[in-house]
């Protein structure tokens, strides 16, 4: 498939343990310790022309990706969070649960 917005520049050093993709991006949960300084686990690359692959600072344990939006289950508090365009004009701000 094509490379034009980056959705296949996975970084080579990151062991992940789980990976979902949307239209023209893609987000992955790390394994290892790479970013718990930071407070997160997910990483993601490719398209982000809403904001679908600015990353909340907060661990998941899973992520499920739609065309231009991702959600995941926080590790902390098991509430659902999601970041990127769903739809009706609405923008998930990536620092709350709710928009």
């Not at 490719?46 to 231009?68: K, S």
Request: proline content about 4%; hydrophobic content about 35%.
């Amino acid at each position: 498939g094509s490379d034009s917005k980056g959705q296949t520049n996975v970084r080579p050093d990151v062991e992940y343990v789980g990976v979902t993709s949307g239209f023209e991006f893609a987000c992955g949960i790390v394994l290892n310790g790479f970013m718990q300084t930071r407070g997160r686990n997910v990483l993601c690359w490719g398209a982000n022309d809403f904001g679908q692959t600015n990353t909340p600072d907060v661990a998941f344990t899973a992520l499920d990706a739609g065309d231009l939006h991702t959600c995941g289950i926080r590790f902390i508090d098991r509430a659902i969070q999601c970041w990127g365009y769903i739809g009706n004009n609405v923008l998930y701000n990536p620092y709350g649960n709710e928009p």
